[in-house]
């Protein structure tokens, strides 16, 4: 990997954790139940963390990143999604964030897979975990919502 497809895939990451932020800051303020209010100010507050993590990375020496050149992991690469829109029904906001949680997991783990520096590996395998906890958490609200226990 180039330091330039390096500094792209980091930029990317960046972008899309302050989009996450945004999304979650945006939603918890129009959110009545305090429970999932409280929820998503706690996922903005860890998008925050996120880019604050990856701005620092950028400030690194390119030449010695520690990712294979011969590897092409296509990390960069995905599918387009919907844009984050607080005007979402509660239900299709959490499909929307959990697709999100998702994207960024994988994104994470392709960067970990990519890596040949232990230190990296062990930051992005992190990350990933932190992301796989946030689409945890919003699949058990989504499940509860979007199927209710019946009598």
Do not use: C
């Not at 429970?35 to 701005?55: I, M, P, V």
């Not at 390119?62 to 294979?68: A, E, H, K, Q, V």
């Amino acid at each position: 990997m180039t330091p330039e497809e390096y500094r792209k895939i980091i930029t990317l990451a960046i972008d899309r954790e302050v989009e996450a932020y945004s999304f979650y800051n945006t939603v918890a303020e129009k959110v009545q139940d305090a429970n999932l209010k409280s929820l998503f100010k706690e996922l903005a507050g860890d998008e925050t963390s996120h880019r604050e993590f990856l701005q620092k990375m950028l400030t690194k020496d390119y030449t010695s990143l520690g990712f294979s050149t011969t590897r092409d992991y296509k990390v960069a690469d995905s599918v387009a999604s919907p844009p984050f829109t607080p005007d979402l029904k509660p239900i299709d906001g959490l499909v929307l964030a959990i697709k999100k949680e998702l994207e960024a997991m994988q994104m994470y783990t392709g960067l970990a897979n990519a890596t040949e520096d232990a230190e990296q590996k062990k930051l992005f395998t992190e990350l990933a975990a932190m992301e796989r906890g946030h689409k945890a958490r919003l699949e058990d609200i989504y499940t509860n919502m979007a199927f209710p226990e019946a009598w």
